[in-house]
C-alpha cells in the first residue's frame, strides 16, 4: 500500500509565532504558517501541489527517506492522494487517454480532465478511474499528532 507522507522538518520562523516547514525529501516544498497546526495545514497543502506539479512535469514523485526524531510526516489531503494514485497508474499503465475513457464509458475529454493535476476531482471519479487501472484506494485513520 502507498501512501502520500512525508517527514517534515518545523523551524521557528522569523516572526514571533511563526513555523517554517521544510521537506528534506521534496525540497521544494517549502512554507510557513503562524502557529503549528495552521502550519501543518500548509505543509499539507504545499507537499500535495509540489507533488502534484512533480507528476505534471514527467519527473517521479521522490522516495521518503528521511528519518529523524526531529521530523514530523505530513501526508496530503485524502483527494490529492487519490488524484496522485491516478496519475501514476495512468502513467504506468502504458494506456491512451481514450483507452481509458473506453474502460470506465466516459467521454474523453472527461478523462484529460480527470488526468489534469490542477483540475479538482471528485473522488468516486477517482475512484473509478483507479479501479480501471487495476488499482484499489484504501483509506486508513491514525491518530493526529497532537499540535
Same mark, same amino acid.
Given at each position: 500500500m502507498k501512501a502520500y507522507a512525508?517527514? !517534515? @522538518?518545523? %523551524? #521557528? $520562523? $522569523?516572526? *514571533?509565532g511563526n513555523v517554517v516547514i521544510t521537506f528534506p525529501d521534496v525540497p521544494e516544498a517549502i512554507t510557513q504558517?503562524?502557529?503549528e497546526a495552521y502550519a501543518? *495545514?500548509?505543509? %499539507? =497543502?504545499? @507537499?500535495?501541489?509540489?507533488l502534484l506539479n512533480y507528476l505534471e512535469r514527467g519527473k517521479p514523485l521522490p522516495k521518503p527517506r528521511a528519518k529523524s526524531r526531529k521530523l514530523v510526516e505530513i501526508a496530503v489531503a485524502p483527494d490529492v492522494a487519490a488524484k496522485l494514485a491516478v496519475l501514476e497508474a495512468f502513467a504506468a499503465a $502504458?494506456? #491512451?487517454?481514450? %483507452?481509458? !475513457?473506453r474502460r470506465i464509458g466516459k467521454d474523453e475529454k =472527461?478523462?484529460?480532465r480527470i488526468l489534469d493535476p490542477r483540475?479538482? #476531482?471528485k473522488?468516486?471519479?477517482l475512484v473509478v478511474a483507479l479501479r480501471a487501472l487495476g488499482k484499489r484506494l484504501v483509506v486508513g485513520v491514525t491518530e493526529a499528532e497532537a499540535a
Open positions: 512525508y517527514r !517534515a @522538518l518545523f %523551524e #521557528t $520562523g $522569523g516572526r *514571533r504558517g503562524r502557529g501543518r *495545514r500548509m505543509a %499539507e =497543502e504545499a @507537499l500535495g501541489l509540489v $502504458g494506456i #491512451t487517454k481514450s %483507452e481509458l !475513457a =472527461e478523462i484529460r483540475h479538482p #476531482t473522488l468516486p471519479a
